[in-house]
């Protein structure tokens, strides 16, 4: 449905149009998109199999790596299906409710991640400057606790997202959205009545989750410096400072790509559309390709048991 001065209300079918200006590209576009996609489901089943199967790694550290490698999974698998049908069998119309169910559940995994991300950071905090309290502070149950706060946080601060969409806008400028999947503001600029309550609690919930654990991962990686280099020894500062270097590379590829995504889309108004939502594609497959990459490069145990697998 083209956009005119006559309203829709409440349609039942939206349409996304994958990425504005590249139409014409986008089949091929899906290739590399769909490779990363292939490479983070194989990359994070192995990490998961390699966890779960060696008793060794049964540990706070690798538990979260665990946890991020699901969420890594589930988030990919919740956007590429829908992405790949628009890029190559252009089948771009998806249920309104199929578009909300998708952008609850892709907001709510992006914010599990940054809550993932911010307990592995403590772990190596209590790991490195109170290594002989580690065992006691960070047992299974309270590793099991911080799993389930950081998924109902996630949960119920992003549903209030989709309640206002659905209770609150009724009706629509238009059903065409700008974008290869459902995203909370590519939704609410389509809707004809006064949004900002909508914007206001969508840039709440960025700030609140951004904010807080962003302040609490750098002053957790502060302490681990200072410790780290109050040690006596340079093999072993090095040693301790290699256990965060894989953490250190995950939290900053993350949080770049997440600001860079947010403030082209709110506040670039001269960023052409294609470049913003090629950028918002990257920030959700790039951390799942990237991180067991990451993870298997640098984690010696890992590493390890990747070569042990391979040459069984």
């Known amino acids: 449905m083209s956009t005119s001065n006559v309203t829709v209300f409440m349609p039942s079918v939206l349409t996304l149009i994958g990425i504005p200006g590249l139409e014409s590209m986008q089949c091929w576009i899906g290739i590399p998109f769909c490779a990363m ?34 969420t890594d999974i589930a988030l990919g698998t919740t956007i590429m299906p829908k992405m790949l049908g628009i890029f190559w069998f252009h089948v771009p119309e998806i249920y309104f409710e199929s578009c909300l169910l998708q952008m609850w559940l892709i907001h709510t995994f992006q914010c599990i991640e940054s809550g993932i991300l911010l307990a592995m950071a403590l772990d190596r905090y209590v790991a490195i400057c109170y290594p002989l309290r580690h065992g006691a502070i960070f047992t299974h149950q309270l590793v099991s606790q911080i799993g389930a706060m950081v998924t109902l946080r996630a949960a119920i601060l992003v549903a209030p997202c989709l309640v206002l969409i659905k209770c609150r806008l009724q009706f629509y ?11 909370h503001m590519a939704i609410v600029k389509l809707a004809a009545e006064n949004v900002r309550i909508n914007k206001i609690y969508g840039l709440f919930v960025a700030f609140t989750v951004a904010i807080f654990d962003i302040t609490f991962i750098t002053l957790s990686y502060m302490q681990i410096f200072i410790t780290v280099f109050r040690l006596p020894q340079k093999e072993a500062r090095w040693k301790a400072f290699n256990t965060c270097i894989a953490h250190i590379c995950v939290f900053l590829q993350f949080y770049f790509l997440a600001f860079f995504s947010f403030f082209t889309h709110r506040f670039g108004a001269r960023v052409p559309p294609y470049i913003h939502i090629l950028f918002s594609s990257l920030y959700l497959l790039v951390p799942p390709f990237l991180n ?4 298997g ?3 010696k145990q890992i590493r390890i048991h990747v070569v042990k697998m391979l040459c069984s």
């Open 292 to 295: 067991p990459l990451v993870y």
């Open 173 to 183: 400028h238009t059903t065409i959205i700008s974008h290869c999947y459902c995203e």
């Open 37 to 70: 996609y292939l490479t983070a489901m194989f990359g994070n089943s192995v990490l998961l199999i390699i966890i779960k199967s060696e008793r060794s790694l049964h540990e706070p550290m690798y538990i979260f790596l665990g946890m991020l490698g699901v």
């Open 297 to 299: 490069a640098k984690t």
